[in-house]
């Protein structure tokens, strides 16, 4: 009887905001995991932890970065994911943390292309950094027949401003340290009145401003940026 | 003391969804409302039946909806906003439930702007049916550096098939009776093949298929299509 892999979102900082059925697992799964980049704490552990039950089977995945990119090295996964067909060969359920949502902009896919092919999985949905950070800004996005488009920050210049051409409402995501790229492309674009800046959101640093407030030239990796067009349909 | 307005996510379908956030709120607002089109039972009601205490206080918001568009006439909002604003001015809390997320394409952005001016208003995050959807089809939607745009499946046929153009991931939302449109432009987009039909994601009848295997011309209107393209960096 072979063990089953969850990828359980857990939100991204407010602990309140994880779903029933993360809690659920949780409590039932005989080992969990998370990723602690560079040895420090894990995110996603610190908004589970009221709800890991004493005494679990903890796999804390300490691990460099890999420089920029905030992702670890591939081998890492594959090194895990080693680690964890064991448990799940001798019927024991691994439970992966994942700050937000497990496939919106996750590494749990790493874990999912390495582990679905022989092992069950299941994956818990969790609520996202767009809905925490719409949530948190007050700030309906998308309705109707918005368009609405997710742009990594990592973009170059004029890609970035291509892409929110054509759109009703954008989310850029990852913006860190090129923050100061996003605010010049979004007033080039006629953008930036309106748009908001949150990081950290359901922490208790959040931060909710206009970007136009922003003096910084660099945010925190984890930093959003929400645009909604004027004259829209809202 | 004037109460607290609150939006509150419930989630797609499965009632192991809700947030913890969401329970609480449900077990303390004096005042429960939800939408019923055309005096049928309300979907985020059913959602969240099991949290909601006997004798409460409910606004069932029974109304047709406007031809086509699946969303009732404005009049209607104006009319509930009303009576929600006298609870609130006589210190009632009133959660109004949203099916999904409140921000993304809810209809609840229609009562906070009408009466975030004047009332407290929390909007408490739910899963969108993106996180739902792309977890039940097991589909990573979107890593790393991807592009990620969510379109109502309303644009016309040149419209759609210029947007997804440049993504590298879609979900295509409120497909209902544009299915076989939007069959078409994937296929002139060489996006069909590994495009996924969900529909009723978390409920008993979720049917999650290959859109290629889907011969219906017409689903429901809460269904989607989630696209990645193929030779992405997943």
Known sequence: MSGTLYGVGVGPGDPEL????????????QVIAYLAPNGGDSIARAIAAPHIPAGRTEIAMTTPMVADSREPAANIYDHFAIEFAVHLNQGRDVAVLCQGDPFFYGSFMYFFARLAPDHGVEIVPGVSSLGAATAAAHLPIASRNDVLIVIPATLEEDDLARRLGGCDAAMIVKVGRHLGKVKRVLEISDLLSGAIYASRVGWPDQRIAPLADIAEEDGPYF?????RRRGGKA
């Open 18 to 29: 994880l779903t029933l059925k993360a809690v659920r697992v949780l409590q039932t799964a």
């Open 223 to 227: 930093s959003n940026i929400l645009v």
